[in-house]
Each structure stands twice: as C-alpha cells, then as structure tokens.
C-alpha cells in the first residue's frame, strides 16, 4: 500500500523565498476556512474515522496516491481508506504543512503542502518509519462548506539533471 495525505496538528510556515524568515500573516477568510479544512482532515485521521474523511470530498472527488494509483467519486475513496486504515494506516498518526493557498476563481482554490505519516506498517506488520512527502488540494466551495476535489500526494525525488551546488 501507498501513502494517503493527512497529518496530526496544521502547522503554517512561510512560502519558500518568505523573507528570510518573516512569519506569514495569520490566514483570515476563506484562507482561514481552507487551513481549518487541513487540520480538521488531520484530526479526522488520527481517529480512523473513514466515514469522516470521504464526506470531506465532493461526490466526483478524485484522490492520486504518490504511486500513481488514482481513485475517482467520494465511494472510492471512502473505500480505499476503508482498507488502508484497517491495516498499513490502522495505528498512523498525519501531521500536514499548509504552505500556500491560491484561489483561481470564486469557490475555487489550490493548496500545497507538506505532510509526514507517522505509525505506518507494512502488510506483514513491520513499521516502515517515517513517510514524507507534498501535497496539493483542489478545494471547491459547496454552500458553506470547502469540499475536497481532488488530492495528488508526491513523495521527494531528487532528478539527476537538476545541478548541484
């Protein structure tokens, strides 16, 4: 099994190139909202509430696992942490990182992140350790809510043509 995205508490930090360490404004707003969004999905995870975690989707959300495995419609994806939080994520703990929040047109955003897995094991029962990676969230606004469209999780990779200094 592969990695899902969520994490234990929301930590906010600048957006890479911040100023050298100047502290990002506190979100308010909508921004806020989508950050609220991020923890409570955090908080939904370290209970194992599967039912909890699909109704934060739309109907037709999508969710792409670092792997590439791609599940489509808010059933699918209910069902796939329905496995994966019985067994490798049974006993795991999320921790996400907000990094930024881009609002593309009226109720709907993107945000990037970063998020670590803690408690993971593998399908014999061996912890794997620490798992870490990025995310990105499409987010559509439905009534009051901020619903989940699509998730794509991403795990470092260092390419071999970038250079190095």
Known sequence: MTLVFALAWLLVVPPAGGGGGTPRPKP??????IFSLHEKFAEVWDRHDVGALAAMWTEDGDYTEPDGRTVFGRAEVERLYGVEHATVFKESKLNL????????????????????????????GKPIGLRSGYFTTVLVRKGDQWKVAAVRLMLPQVLIWRETR
């Open 28 to 33: 308010t707003g909508a921004e806020a909202e």
């Open 97 to 124: 990182v907000v990094e930024r929040v881009r609002f593309i047109a009226d109720g709907v955003a993107i945000s990037d992140g970063s998020y670590e897995l803690f408690g993971v094991r593998d399908p014999r």
